[in-house]
């Protein structure tokens, strides 16, 4: 069982910068994949980033690639989602997630274990 908790999201002009954070409880932690998703009102949950149980391979689609950056720290049990040059289309709420498989999902239904989101607001 794991239990996921996330913080750090806000309100940022267009251009700025968040860095979200998921603390993790369960000492199994270090064994499973994590990924980040976000939801916009209206619209499908989104794949924004994943990171193997190592912290070495990361994922992206094209839509954030080269603006965010996810890493983990298995001491703390913590994920983060460094946010930079960011833009009004990125506004959702944004969860983090827990794949028990060693390469992380894409997909919202291959993730076992969810948070309860924070809001990210970006203003033009």
């Known amino acids: 069982q794991v239990q996921l908790v996330e913080s750090g999201g806000g309100l940022v002009q267009a251009g700025g910068s968040l860095r979200l954070s998921c603390a993790a409880s369960?000492?199994?932690?270090?064994?499973?994949?994590m990924g980040w998703f976000r939801q916009a009102p209206g619209k499908e949950r989104e794949f924004v980033a994943a990171?193997?149980?190592?912290?070495?391979?990361?994922y992206y689609p094209d839509s954030v690639k080269g603006r965010f950056t996810i890493s983990r720290d298995n001491a703390k049990t913590t994920v983060y989602l460094q946010m930079d040059s960011l833009k009004p289309e990125d506004t959702a709420v944004y969860y983090c997630?827990?794949?028990?498989?060693?390469?992380?999902?894409?997909?919202?239904?291959?993730?076992?274990?969810w948070g309860q989101g924070t809001q990210v607001t970006v203003s033009s």
């Open positions: 997630a827990a794949d028990s498989d060693i390469i992380p999902g894409r997909l919202p239904n291959e993730y076992n274990y």
């Open positions: 990171i193997r149980w190592g912290g070495i391979r990361t």
């Open positions: 369960g000492r199994t932690f270090s064994s499973y994949s």
